[in-house]
């Protein structure tokens, strides 16, 4: 299944805001990312549209089994490649962007192939 980059980031970022407070709403997504609560609005329509979320009547967003499915994917790539990349000596800041942009374009493949060859360096 293959979602737009933006989706991704937006069922990634609501992933961490639910495990960092416990619940997530459109304007904490905007205050995360720096977007405006508009633009935010248009993507939560967007990807409640498509199944990846549920709001209930009080705003709070939640993933549907889609949705977290696709968050962990994204966010388990976000994490291993910051952490790997910092640990070959870039810059911990430089890491997180540069996993922010390989998460969303690295095959399922070479993912698996990267992470078992870091697991082998080391031990």
Partial sequence: ?????SAENYLETILV???????VRSIDIATEL????PSVSVAMK???????????????????PAGQEIA???????????SWLAEL?????????DACRIEH?????????LRT????SRA
């Fill in 1 to 5: 299944m293959k979602i737009q980059e």
């Fill in 17 to 23: 805001l639910t495990r960092r407070k416990g619940y």
């Fill in 34 to 37: 720096s977007f405006s609560k």
């Fill in 46 to 64: 967007n990807l409640r549209e498509n199944g990846y979320i549920v709001m209930d009547p009080g705003g709070h967003i939640s993933l549907t």
């Fill in 72 to 82: 962990e994917r994204i966010y388990e790539r976000h994490t291993f490649l910051s």
């Fill in 89 to 97: 000596g870039v810059d911990p800041k430089v890491a997180a962007e």
């Fill in 105 to 113: 374009v690295i095959s399922a493949e070479s993912f698996a192939a």
């Fill in 117 to 120: 060859f870091a697991e082998k």
